[in-house]
């Protein structure tokens, strides 16, 4: 057991400890092959570039004429229509010198023209087309001119949201390489614990933990194997973690992490691996375990329902997205106006319940660890700094559930 600073009452910053679990992530699963309809979300395997120009010819912006400009005086004037393109002809004839082709909007431009011009700034006349003075090469979308071939488009790591997967789609890539979903144990640890519907005796409560850590690692665009709670039994302890460690990547557990208590839980995963134990310095969540099992990676978040919320969100999420192979996994904050004031400095960097209310930031005015209804009302968490103090007005950080809920 790895002491850290923890035994003389030193409390870790987050971003440290977050920094040394990051260096521990295991290499990403496997790559497997999928259909578009069925990588969205996912992370790509592997580098994406261009397999072709885009556009793959000279097209039109806009419905309207195609023609040479130097085919029409400085001042505009009158040609004769030569000739009709829709989107999906193939221009095979050249321009005619001193006419225009009728196109539209995708039409490949026929060979020689340059220009187009609008319909609605055209007048028909007779045979041809009265047109205004032009700027040669307007509104014409030029070969190449999104995409060169060879081009770089998407990183190894890069989730795959719907523009990405439109973008693969416009490239005519039928199947993506993308990494095999992280197959993540979910343990709860506790014999107070009984599942929803279950009779509650004196002494006992719901297991909150189980069903909201596994919608977030869910909303993660993880794999979650939901384990049975965890008795206060060592060599049953010892067991299920054992079974866990072999049937998953990494390993999960709520409860049963802070200093100084007693319980199976550690004792079976210091007999199978490895354990740290840690007091960070954030609030809610101050104790966190970090270890392995068979050589699996596991997290301990601790027990009360807020402050397993937090942890997840802050200190799991960005490991598991890491060891799921994604590049960008931290949450970007927003500085904004606090409608709140802070008065005395924490030792701890606090996560608040919170949500913006006319661009200011608004706490709820409960923030227990063991609270869930705050979090329900709230639509992020506001970041007040160790150390600091805030008064109404003065900028805070803001974490949005919408960057912290998704990959």
Known sequence: MSACGCDGGGLRPLDEALEELLERVPAPPTVEWLSLDEAHGRVLGTAICAPADVPAWDNSAMDGYALR??????????????????AGDAARQPLAEGCVVRIFTGAALPPGADTVVPQEQCRSEGSGVVLPPLRRGQHVRRRGEEMRAGMPLLEAGQVLRAPEIGLLASLGLGRVPVYRRLRVALISSGNELREPGEPLAPGQIYNANRYCLSAILRGLGLQVQVYPSLPDDLGASRDALSLAAEQCDVLLSSGGVSVGEEDHLKQAISQLGELHLWRLAIQPGKPLA?????????LGLPGNPAAALVTALVVARPFLLCAQGCQAVQAKALQLPAAFRWDKANNRRQYLRARIEDGNVVLH????????LPACWAEGLAVVEQGRTLGVGESVAYL???QLLAP
């Open 69 to 86: 400009a130097s085919d029409l005086p400085i001042e505009g004037g009158w040609l004769p229509i030569g000739g009709r393109l829709i």
């Open 290 to 298: 970090f270890g392995s099992v068979q050589g699996k990676p596991w």
């Open 365 to 372: 005015p409960q923030q227990g660890s063991a609270m869930l």
């Open 400 to 402: 949005p559930f919408s």
